[in-house]
């Protein structure tokens, strides 16, 4: 079993070798985002209630390829929220520090002459918890975090000239938490810019 400091070794020079495949290859659309996402799923730890909160998103993908298929990779930082509804009736939030690292396969439904393009993405993506951001919290979510998770989905793209807007499904295929069953599903939405 692969221990939180081994996942990291190996999953952060996995996510570097592709940007510099990337870099190297002649036909790379670098595409960088910012977004937001927000899980679907509430779970239960410790006699509370955590519900997912909207989460902020930053990072870049690269579309490799020279025809209507194309490869993309990418890299993405999250800073992800919960709100905690306690059993007494107060609330508390909490914050988790991410790398994620989707790779899709992804296929143009229209000319990529025109100006307005529309792709759709199918493909996987790797969750890498980097830490808690509540250091001052009595509960230590990042102890029950896996360290890595993977998801499956899908999504759309609309290129607008140089404007890319995304909006992205996540299904998890293992549970996020030790505590809980929760797989999540997650929806994302991410606008950035082509060149």
């Keep these: 079993m692969m221990t939180k400091q081994s996942?990291?070794?190996?999953?952060?020079?996995?996510?570097?070798?592709?940007?510099?495949?990337s870099a190297s290859s002649?036909?790379?659309l670098v595409n960088p985002?910012?977004?937001?996402s927000t899980g679907l799923q509430d779970f239960?730890?410790?006699?509370?209630?955590?519900?997912p909160q909207l989460s902020f998103r930053l990072g870049a993908d690269f579309r490799i390829g020279r025809h209507a298929f194309r490869l993309i990779?990418?890299?993405?930082?999250?800073?992800?929220?919960?709100?905690?509804?306690?059993?007494?009736?107060?609330?508390?939030?909490?914050s988790l520090?991410?790398?994620?690292?989707?790779?899709?396969?992804?296929?143009?439904?229209?000319?990529r002459e025109n100006p307005t393009n529309i792709l759709v993405r199918l493909g996987v993506n790797g969750n890498l918890v980097l830490g808690e951001a509540d250091l001052d919290s009595d509960v230590v979510l990042q102890q029950e975090a896996e360290p890595l998770t993977v998801s499956v989905g899908?999504?759309?793209?609309?290129?607008?000239?140089?404007?890319s807007i995304d909006l992205t499904y996540l299904q998890g295929l293992n549970a996020r938490f030790d505590v809980?069953?929760?797989?999540?599903?997650v929806i994302q939405l991410a606008i950035g810019f082509l060149f």
């Design 180 to 185: 809980s069953e929760e797989k999540g599903g």
């Design 33 to 36: 985002k910012i977004g937001f």
């Design 26 to 28: 002649a036909q790379v």
């Design 73 to 94: 990779p990418g890299v993405h930082y999250e800073f992800e929220r919960f709100n905690t509804l306690l059993s007494n009736g107060t609330d508390d939030g909490h």
């Design 7 to 21: 996942l990291r070794r190996s999953v952060l020079p996995l996510a570097l070798f592709l940007t510099c495949l």
């Design 44 to 51: 239960t730890y410790l006699s509370a209630k955590w519900e």
């Design 154 to 163: 899908g999504g759309i793209t609309i290129d607008l000239a140089v404007i």
């Design 97 to 111: 520090h991410a790398i994620h690292v989707p790779v899709y396969a992804a296929y143009y439904l229209t000319s």
